[in-house]
């Protein structure tokens, strides 16, 4: 992965802050009040990219986009703006895809983390997935969101901040 753009400066609590942001595909993400909460221990904004308005804590470091309607307008939304070493937070595959060829750090709402090493797999396994459906087999659906996901993406972002903030 390429380095994290910008400077450091210090941080809240003595720390230094990490100059990345983080861009929410935000309509589906069962993680938010989650993310605020890191984004705010390490003093990096967040742009939650969504379709419709939604509530948002008030912040000056987190920021909420409203796209257009429209098939994929929140991702090409995110992909217009995301830069090296940012860090996107997706459960979309596609959308990881794309991040992870513009050089950004991705992470799922389950804490797994999409990588130049996993994602032309994962990719594949999906549109494996999509084809068997198209044609009429039951493939069944994601696992039920739990608190074993949420701890394991919490232990996940903090990873990688920690290592932005390293870099």
């Not at 935000?26 to 967040?46: F, L, Q, S």
């Amino acid at each position: 992965m390429s380095g994290i753009r910008g400077t450091y400066a210090i941080g809240p609590g003595g720390g230094r802050e990490v100059h990345l942001k983080i861009y929410v595909d935000a309509d589906a993400c069962p993680v938010k009040d989650e993310i605020y909460r890191v984004a705010e221990r390490y003093g990096v904004a967040v742009t939650l990219v969504a379709a419709s308005w939604m509530r948002i804590p008030p912040s000056p470091t987190i920021t909420l986009e409203v796209v257009a309607e429209g098939f994929d307008a929140a991702d090409d939304w995110i992909v217009a703006h995301v830069h090296a070493g940012d860090l996107v937070i997706t459960g979309d595959i596609p959308l990881a895809a794309r991040c992870v060829a513009a050089d950004a750090l991705v992470l799922a709402p389950t804490g797994r983390v999409f990588d130049e090493d996993n994602i032309g797999d994962i990719l594949a396994t999906r549109n494996l997935l999509t084809d068997l459906r198209s044609g009429g087999v039951e493939t069944g659906g994601p696992a039920s969101f739990g608190p074993r996901d949420r701890s394991q993406f919490l232990q996940a972002m903090d990873r990688m901040l920690q290592g932005a903030r390293r870099r």
